[in-house]
């Protein structure tokens, strides 16, 4: 078995779409266990499917796991002591391997059509049995096969698996066994002369000498042809580990219906790295203490493989909603700002480009104000309306707003306020304070008859922040040079006690 500091594990994903929920937790685990053990973490593109391969899909490989934070040791862009890192960069490698195969013996070109496989699947259909290669080309002699490649037929390149009990000890699920001839005589070159999977995988391994193969459950089916493969060519296959399956809340696999599920998604939504990078780890993975809310240390330091259990993990949002507003609460006040501008510049309610330090003091402010009912940074757009939105006809659709402009009380609550506010230049909290509690004397109404009115006049709303921590805002935005101006706390009253008169005149 290989020493700590020989661990090697690797995280091989296909740029053929974006990194998804399952994918990355394979990555985060595997790159768990190697910072663990003072191992090497190596990331390893597996492009050969030519019609689906991406180049910008690589590109947003490489993002997502820096966003996570998953940084590898070896790869296509930092090099390392066993590349080229791209299979497509290797295919002179497993046609070397393949032949080796042939000459053994343990391979042979198989020149069966199309047409007489899917044959062989309906007959195996038609029993009711699992299908397995009939083995029919196995049996040509040499002549025969010179003969067909005098003939330019086409050709794949089957492995000859021989009977028997395949086992191995999972690192996640103990012993497993497999009849190999279940497996049949597969493929592992293709008539175009490109390897299949399985053949890749195991050349690419062997080549980069991984220890650890850490991957999801639906590679279960391919590592007793891995196995195989590697005794065939000389080598130990590594020791594998196999997650269990990711599900959503309905119990069935996590799908686009569940909501999110690419990393890129998650991203734009508003979820913080940090937050993701620790729920994904609780994904199938306790940690022993029990508590749920570790950095990413402390999973460094407790991750370990005995503690990954074998039941399907389940994909709560609500679990990952509730961690995101830990990590949004504790984040530094700065990095905060910059994360949600980049929101709200989205919704043209900030201009693009850097923040003055006025725009900064006076968001931090807004987020102060909104904190507490994010779930996602995303949602600071809405949360925000408050701030951003003063439309009284919008207002007026509510009920709680359409009662206040027909109670003469409250009215007078509000012409009272802004009586007292008209000499204050500034409207401070302190100014504010002072003109409600001469109101409440004026007019004998305290408590909710006293400030509902207040809110609604102020806010257009009947809910929301505490109106102590408004009304800074509402000024210092008045000020601001801003894509929309934010009307100013006097210049809300004004409004507010105009629209109440031609509300009440129209008839309402």
């Not at 100014?431 to 509690?437: C, G, H, L, N, P």
Request: proline share 5%; net charge neutral; charged share 30%.
């Amino acid at each position: 078995m290989a020493s700590a500091n020989d661990v090697r594990v690797r995280f091989a994903p296909s740029p053929t779409g974006r990194l998804h929920v399952g994918n990355v937790r394979t990555a985060l685990f595997n790159w768990l266990f190697a910072r663990q053990r003072g191992g090497r973490f190596i990331l390893r593109i597996e492009d050969t499917d030519l019609e689906r391969s991406r180049p910008e899909y690589e590109r947003h490989i490489y993002e997502d796991l820096k966003w996570l934070g998953l940084t590898w040791d070896e790869g296509p862009d930092v090099g390392g002591p066993y590349g080229p890192y791209r299979q497509s960069e290797r295919l002179q490698l497993y046609r070397e391997a393949a032949d080796r195969l042939l000459q053994s013996g343990r391979a042979y070109r198989c020149f069966c059509t199309p047409e007489e496989l899917d044959a062989e699947r309906q007959r195996a259909k038609a029993q009711g049995l699992p299908y397995v290669y009939s083995g029919r080309c196995r049996r040509l002699t040499s002549d025969e096969v010179a003969l067909k490649l005098n003939q330019k037929k086409p050709f794949t390149v089957r492995f000859r698996v021989e009977p028997g009990l395949i086992t191995w000890t999972d690192l996640v699920r103990g012993r497993v066994e497999w009849q190999a001839e279940l497996l049949g005589d597969f493929v592992i070159m293709k008539s175009d002369g490109w390897p299949v999977y399985n053949f890749a995988v195991v050349i690419d391994d062997m080549a980069m000498k991984i220890t650890h193969v850490i991957r999801g459950d639906g590679h279960l089916p391919n590592t007793p042809r891995q196995i195989v493969l590697y005794r065939a060519l000389g080598g130990s296959p590594p020791q594998f580990g196999h997650l269990s399956t990711i599900l959503g809340p309905d119990g069935t696999k996590l799908s686009k219906r569940h909501g999110a599920t690419s990393i890129g998604e998650f991203r734009e939504r508003g979820y913080l790295p940090e937050a993701l990078f620790n729920f994904l780890a609780l994904l199938g993975w306790s940690p022993a203490g029990g508590s749920e809310i570790l950095s990413r240390e402390e999973l460094i330091g407790q991750f370990s493989l005995d503690r990954v259990v074998k039941a399907p993990a389940i994909f709560d949002v609500g679990k990952l909603n509730w961690m995101n507003r830990h990590y949004l609460r504790q984040m530094d006040r700065e990095r905060l700002i910059d994360l949600a501008a980049r929101y709200l510049v989205k919704a043209n309610r900030l201009e693009d480009g850097p923040l003055d330090d006025a725009t900064r003091r006076w968001l931090g402010l807004v987020l102060d104000a909104v904190i507490t009912h994010l779930d996602t940074l995303a949602q600071v757009v809405e949360e925000t309306e408050i701030v951003f939105e003063y439309d009284l006809d919008r207002a007026s659709q509510s009920e709680e707003v359409r009662q206040t402009l027909e109670d003469e009380g409250a009215l007078q609550v509000i012409e009272a306020l802004r009586e007292e506010l008209a000499d204050v230049s500034e409207v401070t909290v302190e100014a504010f304070q002072r003109a409600t509690r001469a109101v409440k004397e004026r007019t004998g109404r305290k408590g909710r008859a006293l400030f509902h009115p207040i809110r609604i006049a102020l806010t257009g709303r009947p809910s929301g922040p505490e109106l102590v921590k408004l009304i800074p805002i509402y000024e210092m935005g008045s000020r601001l040079n801003l894509p929309a101006p934010i009307p100013s706390v006097s210049h809300r009253l004004d409004a507010f006690l105009q629209y109440a008169t031609h509300w009440r005149r129209r008839g309402r």
